[in-house]
C-alpha cells in the first residue's frame, strides 16, 4: 500500500573536494535548524529539475555533477495550519566546483564542512542518516582517491 504524501520535495547533498577530503555544503535555514538545499516540487517538474532548480535559488549554485545511483527518500510529518503534513523528500548526491555560495533570503547562513564535523552541524535525525549514506556511497564511488 503506498503511503498518502502531501508534500513532495526535491533537494541535494552537496560536496566539493578539498585537497584529499571532501566538505558538504549545509544551510542555516531561518526556523534556526541545519539542513541540506531543498524544496517543493513544482506541478510538471521532475525530482532532477527541481534538485537543480532548488540548488541555485537557495545557494546560487549552477553547476552540480550529479552523482549516478544515488537517491535518498525520507518522509516525515509536521504540522503546518493545524493540520498535519505528511512530507516526502528525495536527496540526491551532487559535486559542485565552486565553494561561492549566494544564500536566498529563506536562509541565515552556510557552511562546508567533513563529514564528522557536517554530522555534528545537522539539527535532524534523517538528515544525518542522509548524509551518513551519500557519504558510505560517495567512497564506494570515488575508492580511486583518498577522500
Same mark, same amino acid.
Given at each position: 500500500?503506498?503511503?498518502? =504524501?502531501? %508534500?513532495?520535495?526535491?533537494?541535494?547533498?552537496?560536496?566539493?573536494?578539498?585537497?584529499?577530503?571532501?566538505?558538504?555544503?549545509?544551510?542555516?535555514?531561518?526556523?534556526?535548524?541545519?539542513? +541540506?538545499?531543498? /524544496?517543493?516540487?513544482?506541478?510538471? @517538474?521532475? @525530482?532532477?529539475?527541481?534538485?537543480?532548480? $532548488?540548488?541555485?535559488? %537557495?545557494? /546560487?549554485?549552477?553547476? &552540480?555533477? !550529479?552523482? @549516478? /545511483?544515488?537517491?535518498?527518500?525520507?518522509?516525515?510529518? +509536521?504540522?503546518?495550519? /493545524?493540520? !498535519? *503534513?505528511?512530507?516526502?523528500?528525495?536527496?540526491?548526491?551532487?559535486? *559542485? +566546483?565552486?565553494?561561492? =555560495?549566494? !544564500?536566498?533570503? %529563506?536562509?541565515?547562513? +552556510? *557552511?562546508?564542512?567533513?563529514?564528522?564535523?557536517?554530522? $555534528?552541524?545537522?539539527?535532524?535525525?534523517?538528515?544525518?542518516?542522509? !548524509?551518513? @549514506?551519500?557519504?558510505?556511497?560517495?567512497?564506494?564511488?570515488?575508492?580511486? &582517491?583518498?577522500?
Amino acid at each position: 500500500m503506498k503511503r498518502r =504524501v502531501d %508534500e513532495r520535495s526535491a533537494g541535494a547533498v552537496l560536496y566539493i573536494r578539498e585537497g584529499n577530503g571532501v566538505e558538504y555544503l549545509l544551510l542555516k535555514y531561518g526556523a534556526g535548524h541545519w539542513d +541540506f538545499p531543498k /524544496g517543493h516540487i513544482e506541478k510538471n @517538474e521532475s @525530482e532532477l529539475q527541481a534538485v537543480v532548480r $532548488e540548488v541555485w535559488e %537557495e545557494t /546560487g549554485i549552477q553547476r &552540480i555533477e !550529479l552523482v @549516478e /545511483g544515488f537517491r535518498k527518500v525520507i518522509n516525515y510529518m +509536521f504540522m503546518k495550519n /493545524g493540520r !498535519l *503534513v505528511r512530507k516526502e523528500v528525495v536527496f540526491y548526491l551532487g559535486e *559542485v +566546483f565552486d565553494r561561492a =555560495v549566494t !544564500l536566498s533570503q %529563506e536562509h541565515l547562513d +552556510f *557552511v562546508w564542512l567533513p563529514l564528522e564535523k557536517a554530522v $555534528e552541524r545537522l539539527t535532524f535525525k534523517t538528515a544525518r542518516e542522509t !548524509l551518513l @549514506e551519500a557519504d558510505s556511497y560517495l567512497r564506494k564511488r570515488l575508492n580511486n &582517491i583518498q577522500i
